[in-house]
């Protein structure tokens, strides 16, 4: 008998990932796919790394997949975005070693910046999709991705989502298959994508969709379930679960493959239930081309474009029946905070003392936006805060910056940020950009990247050093400070924007969450000494409170001893004590 073991999602993925015989995995960080790379990096069979960007881990899939090799590449879905580039073209030149792109969407913006249904950009670059609904299919369609993959020549999607990804499911394990290598060719009409090579493959992409579309009706991970048919449902991925909960007595097309779709089977089914309902999260991709066919359905005029559904939604939808067994309202408020000891909290204090703005970017710092910091004012994506801010100077001159700076996080700056300082360097910027150092991918959980000096393995590697890369590409002023050192940084923010130069501070501190860091003290508050003034609530640190007699308290236990606080006590009322 097989084992069977209890996995997340994202778990599940990496061992079908290993179970597949891939050789060569390349990903960039982001919830909610961050687990699976982590999860890969154990099997020493697998090649695993975490590359700059999502652009780049997909060249390297794309590469080592022409090389003979199954390979595999990872990312979020706004990540995809950044692949996107490759990802069209790859969808040409086809596959030599199977290759599978696991994209994981976010319904509901758990923690993305907007909600994007990758089907609709599968559709778009041709190739085909794939959509489990528990860990154990999370395990086996990575398989039959792969299966697919090189029986139609073609790079596949898995598809997962934020709930997918972070549920637990019973997982039967089993052996690695080793895939003979394939014989690497040289192919220019097959991989040289230059027009004359790219107008003949397109036609193979189209000839290709066509065979998986009449294949795909016979797939077995398209399965019905006829029982009542009265009410039909055509869902897939996690929708399927609460389907099943919702309307346990309907009958249940549950498609695996969503691109293409399988039109026969669908038609047969739809022919065989009185009403028919589409059930799918965001974007209506199965219920516009099951109209287009002429098949009357129930879709978006009954369940919303946006977020996650849930069980109880549906069956007030369809059933017209509402079973509320939690009450939100009772849950208490929680506002989003940067941890006690964060440098990102020290550098925004200095920014807010001195009413300089700043353009944002995707990190644990957009939390600068909200009260009691308020220093962010934009973020819109990956190296953009940047971009953003070149562009306000070149619209509205060097007095618009005066007060503003760009921040941006180190492994985001590596990500796609140094293109950005390049262009301010080529395009004569005269403004301030601020590296928040803080040696790690710190918002999806402190993963290495390219200047912590490891390896997603955790071997020893160089480590990119971001003075001298700025330095290197033309930066005439590049400043390194302790993020903690209010004094120094307060001093160097204001000589970098009052010297009409591009200029670059480095705010170096470690997250206070890295593992190995040890805290032997704390602050505390000398309550004699206190004058209630509040100063030290101004920073917004989670460890300092008061109490309802104005009386303000340090927690011990949460208090880590980074000392910012002690830089807004004008009475002294604070100390450093050993624990």
Known sequence: MKEKIIMLGNEAIARGIYEAGVKVSSAYPGTPSTEISEKLAKFNEVYTEWAPNEKVALEVAIG???AGVRSFACMKHVGLNVASDPLYTFAYTGVNGGSVIVVADDPGLASSQNEQDTRMIARSAHIPVLEPSDSMEAKEFVKIGYELSEKYDTPVILR???????????????????????????DVKKYVMMPASAIGRHLVVEDREKRLKADCSNFEIN?????????GIITSGIPYQYVKEACPNASVLKLGMVNPLPESLIKDFASKVDVLYVVEELEPVIEEQVKSWGIKAIGKEIFTLQGEYN???IRKAILGVENVSFDAKQTPVRPPILCPGCPHRSVFSVLKKLKVHASGDIGCYTLGAVAPLGVIDTTVCMGASISMLHGMEKACGKEFIKDKVAVIGDSTFLHTGVNSLINMVYNKSTATVIILD???????????????????KGEETYAIDLKVLCQSIGVPNVVEVNSFDVKTLEKTVKE???????SVIIAKAPCALLKGLKFNKFCKIDTEKCKKCGMCLSIGCPAITKKDDGTVVIDDTMCNGCGLCLNYCKFSAIEKVGR
């Open 496 to 502: 970098c924007l009052a010297g009409h130069v591009l």
């Open 223 to 231: 399965k019905v379930e006829m029982l009542d048919t009265k009410i």
């Open 311 to 313: 069980a109880n939604m």
């Open 160 to 186: 997962t989502t934020t709930k997918l990804a972070h549920s637990q499911g019973v997982v039967e394990l089993c052996d690695r298959v080793e895939v003979e290598d394939k014989t690497y060719a040289r």
């Open 64 to 66: 080592a997949s022409i």
């Open 438 to 456: 803080n040696r790690t991918t710190g918002m999806t959980g402190h993963q290495e990247h390219a200047a912590t000096g490891k390896t997603l």
